[in-house]
């Protein structure tokens, strides 16, 4: 039986700024420390290359706790500027630059500029070719370091990390601009240094390379951030939030909710085979699911009000539904839940049923099918997968046993067959058991 759970509670009242997540449900942010320096971006970058040339993993993380400290005391206690340059990957602020290797390099070709035959041309547009000579083949940023350095004149970077933040931030509403974005480049190539722009081309790319993980950042950072983080993930939020390094968090604050995006929980490969994973659980029971082809997607619910998002926090409510008298899913599977659910959030993979095969449908195709409004009975629809119940009526069940949460999942809501289904699992013992249920999928 679905357990009776609290409704939740208001949180306190304080100075905040919006930023819009899911539509009508925004963001609210503390107000952040004020910060009063003015770092210039080559000591950022001058800390990306030890970080990449230390091999000692405790030496690379006191180097960034000191950088850290360093920046609290010249400049002040809002990292956020910092920690989007070092997790450019995480920062959501930012939306995508439309810039690829082979864009950068045209731009580059114009801005330096270079005739099309010039074999340093060739090269930055082949820069995936290996050659004997250039060791830095293969990777983007190093090519063009080389390329740079052969030619540039500015021997000390005038951008400082606020100035690159706001030159990044235009770059990215100039997406599909090309024209803009190339007289962008334009000022990154004027007032920065060859090692400088190696590592804004990287942030751009959003492959640092620095030999340091997330955790890392985030763990050095605040002993909260991570936790934080893949509970709304949003980099801004754990900048602000987490700005006291001696404030910590309770269970609530780092707890999910509804309508905002959060990091779920990924699969890993074992490291010593399945045999060794086994071994782990000591004789206990475990679930086995099957592995689908689909996309990760998280479903809110509150009320009539839906809200559908990717495990990287890209909304696709405008695919699936907010509300039952719209969208490919919500109208099929509003009906699915108990009365007694007003508020759950579900985790699952969003798949492609074709009713006319009785066989999900590649991946690539779930878009397609989503956006098809003719509503044919026998067209393919996607169809959302259930593995998880991570949140019911107020009270978050991220600390509750996989058992506890399936049993109440069950009783959340009724299958709809080809249009909302738990995933198929089996219970098992030993590494035969993970064979049989392979060999029979």
């Known amino acids: 039986m679905m357990q009776p759970t609290p409704a939740p509670s208001s949180p306190p009242s304080s100075p905040t700024v919006p930023a819009v997540v899911s539509e009508d449900h925004p963001i609210v942010y503390p107000e952040p420390p004020k910060n009063v320096g003015n770092t210039p971006f080559r000591v950022l970058a001058i800390l990306f290359d030890k970080l990449q040339n230390e091999k000692k993993p405790e030496k690379r993380r006191k180097m960034l706790g000191n950088w850290f400290n360093r920046w609290r005391k010249e400049e002040?206690?809002?990292l956020y500027p910092v920690l989007r340059l070092i997790l450019p990957y995480k920062d959501r602020e930012r939306t995508v630059?439309?810039?690829?290797?082979?864009?950068?390099?045209?731009?580059?070709?114009?801005?330096?500029?270079?005739?099309?035959?010039?074999?340093?041309a060739i090269r930055l547009l082949n820069w995936k070719r290996p050659t004997e000579r250039e060791k830095a083949s293969g990777d983007f940023p190093s090519v063009l370091y080389e390329v740079i350095s052969k030619r540039s004149s500015v021997v000390e970077g005038s951008l400082t990390i606020h100035e690159l933040n706001d030159i990044l931030?235009?770059?990215?509403?100039?997406?599909?601009?090309?024209?803009?974005?190339?007289?962008?480049?334009?000022?990154v190539y004027n007032r920065s240094t060859p090692e400088e722009q190696r590592w804004?081309?990287?942030?751009?790319?959003?492959?640092?390379?620095?030999?340091?993980k997330e955790t890392t950042v985030f763990s050095v950072f605040h002993p909260d951030a991570h936790d934080l983080f893949n509970t709304c993930s949003d980099l801004k939020k754990v900048?602000?939030?987490?700005w006291n390094p001696d404030r910590r968090l309770n269970d609530e604050d780092k707890a999910v909710q509804l309508?905002?995006?959060?990091?779920?929980?990924?699969?890993?490969?074992?490291?010593?085979?399945?045999?060794?994973?086994?071994?782990?659980?000591?004789?206990?029971?475990f679930i086995i699911e099957e592995k689908l082809d689909g996309e990760r997607m998280?479903?809110?619910?509150?009320?009539?009000?839906?809200?559908?998002?990717?495990?990287?926090?890209?909304?696709?409510?405008?695919?699936?539904?907010?509300?039952?008298?719209?969208?490919?899913?919500?109208?099929?599977?509003?009906?699915?839940?108990?009365?007694?659910?007003?508020?759950?959030?579900?985790?699952?993979?969003?798949?492609?049923?074709d009713p006319v095969s009785?066989?999900?449908?590649?991946?690539?195709?779930?878009?397609?099918?989503?956006?098809?409004?003719?509503?044919?009975?026998?067209?393919?629809?996607?169809?959302?997968?259930?593995?998880?119940?991570?949140?019911?009526?107020?009270?978050?069940?991220?600390?509750?046993?996989?058992?506890?949460?399936?049993?109440?999942?069950?009783?959340?809501?009724?299958?709809?067959?080809?249009?909302?289904?738990?995933?198929?699992?089996?219970?098992?013992?030993?590494?035969?058991?993970?064979?049989?249920?392979?060999?029979?999928?």
């Open 76 to 78: 002040g206690y809002d």
């Open 97 to 120: 630059y439309g810039l690829k290797e082979k864009n950068i390099a045209k731009d580059y070709i114009k801005i330096i500029p270079l005739s099309r035959n010039d074999p340093d």
């Open 169 to 187: 931030d235009e770059l990215a509403k100039s997406s599909g601009k090309s024209h803009i974005q190339s007289q962008i480049l334009r000022r």
């Open 200 to 212: 804004i081309i990287r942030i751009i790319l959003k492959d640092m390379i620095i030999a340091v």
């Open 239 to 242: 900048a602000w939030e987490l």
């Open 259 to 285: 309508f905002r995006a959060f990091a779920p929980m990924l699969c890993k490969r074992p490291t010593r085979g399945i045999d060794g994973s086994v071994k782990e659980m000591q004789g206990r029971t």
């Open 298 to 353: 998280q479903l809110h619910k509150q009320g009539n009000e839906y809200f559908y998002c990717s495990r990287k926090g890209k909304d696709y409510t405008y695919l699936y539904g907010k509300h039952v008298g719209i969208g490919s899913l919500t109208p099929f599977i509003d009906d699915a839940f108990d009365s007694r659910v007003d508020e759950i959030i579900l985790d699952g993979e969003m798949l492609v049923w």
């Open 358 to 441: 009785e066989t999900n449908l590649p991946f690539g195709s779930l878009k397609t099918f989503a956006l098809d409004k003719s509503k044919g009975e026998h067209n393919p629809r996607p169809c959302f997968k259930v593995f998880d119940l991570l949140y019911l009526n107020g009270l978050s069940l991220l600390h509750k046993s996989l058992k506890f949460r399936k049993r109440n999942l069950r009783a959340c809501l009724q299958e709809v067959p080809g249009r909302i289904e738990f995933v198929s699992e089996t219970e098992g013992t030993t590494a035969q058991m993970c064979a049989n249920v392979w060999m029979s999928s």
